[in-house]
């Protein structure tokens, strides 16, 4: 059964520094994983997709990488703002249509 | 606007009232999902289907029915509510290609469920 990690839990950085957002797998037979955010009380909004046959992904501030073989996949955020406080919320997907999410890094960034 | 539409957003009810929670897409998105997420346990999948007529459990499915009978819609039945399905709910759903679905999952806002 796939079981996916984030870690850490939660981090508090001051805002413009850059951060890493780690999530591991333990099944690496993934069809994509997706990295989400979630604000208090609202749904998940996805910030990016990355197809297994990938290594990364970029989205303005935000990469996120992508290692099968080890079973890694890692957030970059760049030049952090307030605005960027949120849960973030990876998801492995299969090519059978399973989720599996991680329970999340609760980001806060401090004026 | 493109939007996963749950209704209703807040439901309140008693142990054993049959309830129905709406989930609505206007993607035309055959891929629809629907999950359940718990302080400490984090998202965990209910039921998913691939198109219509075509349903799958996922890690959690005891207590709960689903159906796809139209592409829009994917309804969650829940025939008897007990205390531990008091959850905040979300409905999800993705275009479907091939032999997966290589579109983001788009969320919708969720329906916080107390069962008392």
């Known amino acids: 059964k796939q079981e996916v990690t984030q870690i850490p839990a939660a981090l508090s950085v001051p805002e413009g520094e850059n951060l890493v957002l780690n999530c591991s797998f333990t099944d690496s037979a993934i069809y994509n994983l997706q990295w989400f955010r979630q604000d208090p009380g609202k749904g998940l909004t996805s910030l990016l997709l990355i197809q297994s046959s990938q290594r990364e992904q970029t989205s303005g501030r935000l990469n996120a990488s992508l290692d099968k073989s080890s079973g890694r996949s890692t957030l970059y955020i760049a030049a952090s703002q307030p605005g960027d406080s949120a849960t973030y919320l990876c998801a492995a997907n299969t090519n059978a249509g399973k989720s599996t999410f991680g329970d999340g890094t609760t980001l806060t960034v401090k004026p | 606007e493109a939007q996963v539409t749950q209704n209703p957003r807040y439901l309140i009810t008693v142990t054993g009232k049959k309830l129905t929670v709406t989930c609505s897409q206007n993607m035309n998105h055959e891929y629809m999902s629907w999950y359940r997420q718990d302080p400490g346990l984090g998202l965990r999948q209910i039921y998913y289907?691939?198109?219509?007529?075509?349903?799958d459990k996922g890690d959690v499915p005891e207590g709960y029915k689903v159906s796809r009978k139209e592409k829009r819609n994917f309804p969650l039945i829940l025939e008897s509510p007990s205390p531990n399905q008091t959850s905040l709910y979300f409905c999800?759903?993705?275009?479907?290609?091939?032999?997966?679905?290589?579109?983001?999952?788009?969320f919708g806002n969720g329906t916080r469920l107390t069962v008392t």
């Open positions: 289907s691939m198109n219509v007529e075509v349903t």
């Open positions: 999800a759903s993705s275009r479907y290609r091939g032999r997966a679905y290589n579109s983001p999952l788009h």
